[in-house]
C-alpha cells in the first residue's frame, strides 16, 4: 500500500492529537444531559458553557452570542430562513456553498426574493455591487468569508459597512476562514456566522451560528428551550467539548500554521507551474487562505486527475466535495469567468496540519507525471 497523503482538507480534516484527547474522555464520562439539575446533569452543562467560551474566544464574540448546533449546513440555513420573511429580498453571491445558495433557492419558493451577486474574475464581488443591489425590502446580505473551492476571501469589512450604512443584517458562510485564518467578528462587523468543526480538526455533526447580540432570529427547530430558544435538542456535549478544544488550539495557532500552510501552498504552485505546462491558478490574484490553491490543467479532465492521484496516493478534490462525482463544472469557477472546459480541467488542492515539504514534493512529482499520462492518453480538447 502507498503512503496515503491527504490533501483535501477543505473537505474534511483528520481529528487532532488534541481533540482526541478532549473528546474521548467526555464521551465515556459526560453522559449526563445538560438541562437536568443532578450533578451529571450540571458536569455536561459545565462542559457544555466551558466549550462555547471557546468558540466564542475563537471568534471574539461572547458566549451568548454563540448557537451550537449540527454544522455548518444548519448554520447556515438558521441565519436565512431565521432572518428572512416572504415578500423581503436577500443578496447573496453565485459562488456560496450549496448550504446557503439550497437555502437561497428555498427561500425563493417561499415568496423571498434573492440576487446572486457575480464575483470578478479573481474571484470575489466588490462592497459597492452589494451597495447597487440594496433595495428598500432587502432583509439579509449573504456573502461567504472564504470560497471553499478557491480559498478566496471576501472583502467582508468593506460590505459590513454598506449593509450597516443601509440597516441590512449580513451573515457570512465562514466555515472554511475560521480556523484558517484569524477571525474577529466584531473587526468584520458581521451579524451573524457560520463555523462547522470538521473543517478544524474536530468531529463532524457540530458547528455554530454567532448571532450578534439584538439581532432577532426566528428558530427553525422547535422544542425544548435549549440554546436560547434559538435551537431545540439535547445538546451533543462530548462533541461541543471536542469543538472547543479545536477553538481552543486555533487561538494559539492559527498566525503561525497559517505561515507555514502559505509557505507550503506557494512552494506547490511554484512547482506545479514550473513543471507542468499550460496551468494556471485560480483566483491568484485575490487575497486566499493560506492552505487552498486550485489549479487549471488545460487539456486534463479534474476528475481523471483525481483519480489518477489516489491511485499514487494522494487524495485531492475537483470542485467541491459535495459536487464530485456530478458531471457539472464547477459553479464557482463559472461564475469566476472560466469556460466550462476550464473548470471541468481544475482541480483543488487544501492542505493541512498533517502535510510537509517532503509531501508537497511528492505530490508536485505525481501532479507532473499524472498530467503528462492524461494529456497523452486523453481524446480530450486542449481547445
Ligand atoms: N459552507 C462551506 C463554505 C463549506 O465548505 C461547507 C462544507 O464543505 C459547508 C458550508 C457545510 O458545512 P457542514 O459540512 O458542517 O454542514
Known sequence: MQPRYYFDHNATTPLSG??????????????????????????????LEGARRQVAAM????????????????????????IARPGSHVITTGIEHAAVLG?????????????????????????????????????????????????VVQPIAGIAAVCREAGVLLHSDGVQAAGRI?????????????????????????????????????????GGRHERERRAGTENVPSAVAF??????????????????????DRLERGIVSVVSDTRVNGANAERTPNT?????????????????????????????????????????L???????EARSSVRFSLGRGNDEAQVDALIEAVAAAAGHLRRVSTYSHA
Not at 471568534?59 to 431565521?82: C, Q, R, W, Y
Open 293 to 333: 490553491s486550485n489549479i487549471c490543467f488545460t487539456g486534463v479532465e479534474g476528475e481523471a486527475m483525481v483519480i489518477a492521484l489516489d491511485l499514487r496516493g494522494f487524495a485531492v478534490s475537483s470542485g467541491s466535495a459535495c459536487s464530485s462525482g456530478a458531471v457539472e463544472p464547477s459553479h464557482v469557477l
Open 18 to 47: 488534541e481533540v482526541m484527547q478532549a473528546l474521548v474522555p467526555a464521551l465515556q464520562e459526560v453522559y449526563g444531559n445538560a438541562s437536568s439539575i443532578h450533578q451529571c446533569g450540571q458536569a455536561a452543562r459545565q462542559k
Open 103 to 151: 437555502a437561497a433557492r428555498r427561500l425563493e419558493q417561499r415568496g423571498v426574493s434573492v440576487s446572486y451577486l457575480k464575483p470578478s474574475r479573481a474571484g470575489f464581488v466588490s462592497p459597492q455591487d452589494v451597495r447597487e443591489a440594496l433595495r428598500p425590502e432587502t432583509a439579509l446580505v449573504s456573502v461567504m468569508h472564504a470560497n471553499n473551492e478557491t480559498g
Open 59 to 82: 471568534l471574539g464574540a461572547t458566549p451568548k452570542e454563540i448557537v451550537l448546533l449540527s454544522g455548518g449546513t444548519e448554520a447556515d440555513n438558521l441565519a436565512m430562513f431565521g
Open 335 to 341: 461564475a469566476m469567468g472560466l469556460s466550462p472546459q
Open 244 to 265: 472547543g478544544r479545536a477553538a481552543e488550539w486555533i487561538c494559539g495557532h492559527v498566525g503561525e500554521e497559517a505561515a507555514r500552510l502559505a509557505a507550503l501552498r
Open 182 to 222: 484569524a477571525v474577529n467578528v466584531r473587526a468584520l462587523g458581521v451579524d451573524l456566522y457560520s463555523v462547522s468543526a470538521h473543517k478544524m480538526y474536530a468531529p463532524k455533526g457540530i458547528g455554530a451560528l454567532y448571532v450578534r447580540s439584538g439581532v432577532s432570529l426566528e428558530p427553525q427547530i422547535f
